[in-house]
């Protein structure tokens, strides 16, 4: 999990990724050999935090102050000189004991809680000792606290050093948080915008919107241009439908525009996706099942749910892998209206052709929100659970309780797939990724 992207730590370290799979003891040598001294995102200590409350509060102050500043790394068994340059080795002893105590400190000695991951770097030449390296997340949330006696203390970086926050240094953090999350609405409501253009409005459609806490870069030039077509072209966006591959990949302002439509045919057919340099990105599908009533209009339920699925992979995807995001991202979906629709009916195609609870119309529908790791959005059960924290309140809206085919555990409910097709394949790629199968039907 990489929960930061510091394009000047990342240097300081040879161009590691701050990440568990990556980081090594060779890259904490440079930071000694090149004499690195602490800054405002980099904070050295000689020995592991004690066990007194005095100690357990210095641990929770220390990373709740690198969050609430720009983030950085706090790395445990590294010595300073008097210039606070990082001077030598002083190995600790890692154990899971350890790394469980510190994690319990840090959650209950801060709040809210800031995005952090605890990396044990081992010595190769000596093991079961080496460094801990904290990297934490400049919070989307801040200021962070840290509870003292009867109240709280708002702790930052100043520097190398910590201070404490003002009263109208709390108020004025709290203002710039909610205009941070009025900031990301208005960023989802704008590439929603730009999609509308990418698709018909004579059915209903689902639109799937990612934007990261922090935005990442993906240059739109020529180089990226034609790597994003050769990673495309052809491609199926589905998990196990064979609706449609894709077609074109185009440009727009700022942006990658991928659909599957054919030559110069305006509008997508079945789906579309704008991938933005900045990690954000907007994706579109039709989760049509015919109708032929001029007022209603079907959705097939199981294509809702993977258009969800398939949507949130692809747009975490380019957002960890080309705009090199890190951190938190906010997710949205939404049910569009037809120019024409009054109402929309949810139907199955398993057997007979039933809808499922009421007809509903989804202009009354609001988005469906929430947010996640953007590391924790692979193929696997985090996805598939904020798939169905998605998904549930559509299917609310049209008078079922849960989504059937996927649960908020993680879990794929087998039956709730059609079995001529579709069934063996989500069970395929369920069982490959490492999600749980369960023939089990609702109540």
């Known amino acids: 999990m990489t929960v930061q992207r510091s394009p000047r730590l990342e240097a300081l370290l040879g161009g590691s990724l701050i990440d568990r799979d990556v980081l090594e003891y060779a890259h904490l040598q440079l930071l000694i050999d090149g004499q690195v001294p602490e800054a ?18 210095s641990l929770s102050t220390d990373v709740a102050a690198l969050a609430s500043t720009r983030g950085g790394l706090l790395i445990l068994g590294i010595d300073e000189d008097e210039q606070g340059r990082a001077k030598d080795f002083c190995d600790v002893a890692l154990s899971d004991a350890e790394f469980t105590r510190m994690l319990q ?46 109240g709280y203390r708002y702790p930052r970086r100043i520097g190398t050093t910590i201070g404490y926050l003002t009263e109208p240094e709390i108020e004025t953090a709290y203002h710039r948080r909610d205009v941070a999350r009025r900031d990301q609405r208005a960023r989802a409501d704008e590439i ?5 253009y990418h698709i018909t409005h004579d059915y209903p459609w689902v639109l799937i919107s990612l934007v990261p806490d922090h935005p990442g870069e993906a240059p739109v030039n020529a180089t990226t241009f034609s790597h994003v077509r050769n990673s495309y072209m052809g491609a199926s966006p589905w998990l196990v439908s064979r609706m449609s591959n894709w077609q074109r990949v185009t440009l727009g302002q700022r942006r990658f525009v991928v659909d599957d439509q054919w030559g110069q045919v305006v509008g997508a057919r079945a789906a579309t996706a704008l991938l933005y340099d900045d990690g954000a990105g907007v994706f579109a599908a039709c989760p049509r099942f015919g109708g032929d009533e001029s007022s209603t209009y079907d959705l097939h339920d199981e294509l809702l749910v993977e258009s969800i699925l398939a949507g949130v992979l692809l747009l975490a995807e380019h957002a960890r892998e080309r705009a090199n995001v890190a951190g938190h991202v906010s997710l949205r979906a939404t049910l569009t209206p037809a120019d024409s629709a009054v109402q929309s009916r949810l139907l199955h195609p398993r057997g007979f ?28 059960p985090e996805l598939v659970s904020t798939a169905a924290l998605l998904s549930t309140e559509f299917f609310q809206g049209f008078g079922l309780a849960e989504t059937l085919q996927i649960s908020q555990a993680g879990e794929v409910r087998l039956p709730y797939w059609s079995n001529r097709g579709p069934q063996e394949e989500i069970r395929w790629w369920a069982e490959k990724h490492g999600i749980n199968v369960t023939d089990a039907a609702l109540r």
């Open 40 to 57: 405002e995102d980099l904070d050295y200590k000689r020995d592991l935090y004690g066990n007194t409350d005095k100690d357990k509060r």
């Open 105 to 150: 400190i840090i959650a209950s000695g801060t709040a809210p809680l800031p995005t952090f991951e605890i990396i044990p770097v081992e010595n190769p030449a000596k093991p079961g000792f080496g460094c801990y390296v904290i990297s934490v997340a400049a919070g989307p949330r801040q200021p962070y606290a840290v509870p003292v006696s009867d």
């Open 192 to 196: 929603e915008q730009d999609v509308s």
């Open 353 to 380: 052709r039933d809808a499922l609870g009421h007809p509903a119309s989804v202009t009354s529908f609001r988005p469906a929100t929430a947010a996640a790791l953007v590391d924790h959005l692979v193929a696997g």
